[in-house]
């Protein structure tokens, strides 16, 4: 069974950067959409940034002029994290849509003030 596989979070000081990797353990179709979530304790799960298969980019209000999705031709995605704020202490999850939905295990990403 495939299963999605994240990596990069971590603690980083408010105005750091991160960059989160999440590739597939085998071989899938061509996604039709790529996704970066994140959820807060007690929050529900958002959407943060995704990209498409056209190649359209689509990001939360929040992170928008901070954060940058991107895609290689391995189908692995990548979320680039500058200008990090406290607020944006979350796990964050990678979903790969083909249209079959497929989730990561989820990383930690701890934004210091």
């Known amino acids: 069974q495939v299963t999605l596989v994240e990596s990069g979070g971590g603690l980083v000081q408010a105005g750091g950067s991160l960059r989160l990797s999440c590739a597939a353990s085998?071989?899938?179709?061509?996604?039709?959409?790529m996704a970066w979530y994140r959820q807060s304790p007690g929050q529900e799960r958002e959407l943060v940034a995704a990209i498409y298969a056209g190649g359209q980019r689509k990001y939360a209000d929040a992170v928008k002029g901070r954060f940058t999705i991107s895609r290689d031709v391995k189908n692995t995605v990548f979320l680039q994290m500058d200008s990090l704020k406290p607020d944006d202490t979350a796990v964050y999850y990678c979903?790969?849509?083909?249209?079959?939905?497929?989730w990561g295990q989820g990383t930690q990403v701890t934004v210091s003030s």
């Open positions: 085998g071989r899938i179709p061509s996604p039709t959409v």
């Open positions: 979903n790969v849509k083909y249209p079959i939905s497929l």
